[in-house]
């Protein structure tokens, strides 16, 4: 059982920058692939960033590719997502997610096992 929490959100101005961290407990999270996803109101959870295990390959949603960056600090067993640019559509509560040790398609919640219970990031106009 692996047990997820985010911090770092919260309400910034358009243009600025917020950096979430996602830190596992109950067991290593270092063997097992990672995503971030977002859900905003009234909308379905989507995918943003997934990072494999080792950490030398990334990728992101169109929607937040080069302004987004996933890491991972293994020793601390925790994920990171450093968020820059923010935009309002950015405004969602976001999750972390461990991926299933054998996925398909990692942009698909259905490929993941354990969620956090999400941190509130809203960006004003």
């Known amino acids: 059982q692996v047990q997820l929490v985010e911090s770092g959100g919260g309400l910034v101005q358009a243009g600025g920058s917020l950096r979430l961290s996602c830190a596992a407990s109950?067991?290593?999270?270092?063997?097992?692939?990672m995503g971030w996803f977002r859900q905003a109101p009234g909308k379905e959870r989507e995918f943003v960033a997934f990072?494999?295990?080792?950490?030398?390959?990334?990728d992101y949603a169109d929607s937040v590719k080069g302004r987004f960056t996933i890491a991972r600090d293994n020793a601390k067993n925790t994920v990171y997502l450093q968020m820059n640019s923010l935009k309002p559509e950015d405004t969602a509560i976001y999750y972390c997610?461990?991926?299933?040790?054998?996925?398909?398609?990692?942009?698909?919640?259905?490929?993941?096992?354990?969620w956090g219970q999400g941190t509130q990031v809203t960006v004003s106009s």
């Open positions: 997610a461990v991926a299933k040790i054998v996925y398909r398609d990692y942009h698909s919640v259905d490929e993941y096992d354990y």
């Open positions: 990072i494999r295990r080792s950490g030398g390959n990334t």
């Open positions: 109950g067991r290593s999270v270092s063997t097992v692939a």
